[in-house]
């Protein structure tokens, strides 16, 4: 449990160190004066019931009526104090929870620590050492909900529980006397004998609570986690549906969303059978503090020591100081809850830590004039060295046409040149204004000039310039839809995503050009024609132009070759890079 405390300790004390602490620290001393007053209002109330039933027994009107209006003022006060307690928890959890998840969205998406844990979650079976998180999308959304919401609500609930013992109980000793028995020939007397019953009540209560409700702890954690599984994979078939659908792969899909969605139903029928036994327990507990206080007073009741109003006073006192003990008991589903999702922040913090402090075997540096690599070593994820030592040089002018066999690793020393395969080692210079075509680009939802300005902001280039790169990437249909906003990533085919990342490059206008596949979805004069203009572009801007592609047709746009070769088994790397010009 103290290590429970130090995490969560460890994930709020940021918010309240940050640029927003006044205003936090101001919202939390708020909050907890509220929830003082909370407790204020009780002790004022438990007060007034004392008078108010022992007038009820004197049938004094004159004192019943006063204290009704006494008790107005008191509720009104009590609501005031409720109404402001909520309005300000809710505030303050709001503010924390933007805080801390703008704050965790900028480090994922920092050096590129989304990449990262990606590779790593869908590496991990290779023993590489990255450290990974499942979900991040669940964990910035839900759980840093989840952590905000239990993290004030409870620990509020833990400081009124406290504060109300500590007054209260000196209240009930006052109200409980002593109690004498005789035992053994000797007489004894216990002194404030139901605050010590109260101790001894809830203490069993709590202990037996922890005992039963402790596997919660665990199937929180996994629920939390296969319900996540279960909606990502839901986006991945609806993101896929075209190819799910020509593949006739319902089928497929729908095993595999039964197989997550068996794996969240079982969890939960764990979760409640572990819940109804807490449930059961904690109501029977529940169930007996209500008639105890009236078995241990009855007796002085009974026998005149105490008028009817101290008895209802007695037995409010007790259930108060009996509440504050069993705050525990009361709260174990919430608290386990809230230690799961504690525990999945934490994971995830730890490894974008581990990402952002990660010493980078591949040393890249931009700003040259030129593109070249001293020493690049490129391996996969499971340690096997796809190539070794490499050093490549390309000039300004230079066309380059990379090939060979699949899994070679083109696409990976592509990830290289660009810095985010952490695989790599060696010397990287690469030159500024450069730009990397993926063979499957990334569109974004939302306008088509956002789409294809992307990742720029639209608002840097006019209408004809965009209109232009359009055209000129032979997507002239598009040219009228600037202003549409659609899921262009459904919307247009394989080979219009292509001419669209194309259309980015022409209206950018790079002076380095690395393009992976960036044709395969064209028919070959499209393919030819985009080529010719991609080209000029590079040349006019005085770069060079690096390209994968299988097809013959595309080495006739490129200068020279670079192949990944196969190596005979035993030498350092399973390729060697082999550069020649191209034929005329």
Known sequence: MIGALRRIGRLAAPYFQSEEKWKARALLIAVVALNLGTVYVTVLINDWSRVFYDALQAKDQTVFWQQLLRFTYLAMGGILVAVFKYYLTQLLQMRWRAWMTRSYMTRWLKNRTFYRLELARYTASAGNGLATADNPDQRLQEDMQLFTDYTVTLSMGILNSVVTLVTFIGILWGLSGAFSFALGGHDFTIPGYMVWVAVIYCVIGTTLTHYIGRPLIR?????????????????????????????????????????????????????????????????????????????????????????????????????????????????????????????????????????????????????????????????????????????????????????????????????????IWPFARGHVNVPDNAMFIPQRPYVPDGTLRDALAYPNPAADYSDEALRKALDDALLPQLASRLDDSDAWSQKLSGGEQQRLAIARVLLKKPAWLFADEATSALDAEAERTLYQRLAATVQQAGGAMVSIAHRAAVGDHHRQRWTLAPQAEGDASRYRLVTQRAPA
């Open 219 to 419: 199937l929180n954690f996994n629920q939390q986690r296969y319900e996540a599984d279960f909606r990502h994979h839901l986006i991945r078939v609806r993101e896929n549906s075209e190819a799910i659908a020509l593949d006739r792969g319902e089928k497929v899909e729908h095993g595999q969303l039964d197989m997550r969605f068996s794996s969240v139903l079982r969890n939960y029928l764990s979760l409640i059978k572990q819940q109804k036994n807490l449930v059961a327990f904690t109501a029977s507990f529940a169930q007996l503090s209500v008639v105890f206080p009236f078995f241990l007073a009855a007796p002085r009741f009974f026998s005149g020591a105490i008028q009817f109003g101290e008895l209802m006073q007695v037995s409010r006192t007790f259930n108060t100081v009996q509440d504050a003990l069993s705050w525990f008991v009361d709260n174990y589903d919430r608290v386990a809850v809230w230690r799961a999702t504690a525990d999945r922040l934490t994971t995830f913090d730890d490894a974008m830590r581990a990402h952002s402090t990660r010493n980078e075997a591949l040393a890249r540096e931009q700003g040259a004039s030129s593109l070249h690599t001293d020493d690049l070593s490129v391996a996969l994820p499971n340690g096997t060295q796809l190539l070794a030592n490499a050093a490549l040089s390309v000039q300004p002018g230079d066309s380059v046409l990379l090939q060979g066999p699949s899994g070679s690793g083109k696409s990976t020393l592509f990830r290289a040149f660009a810095g």
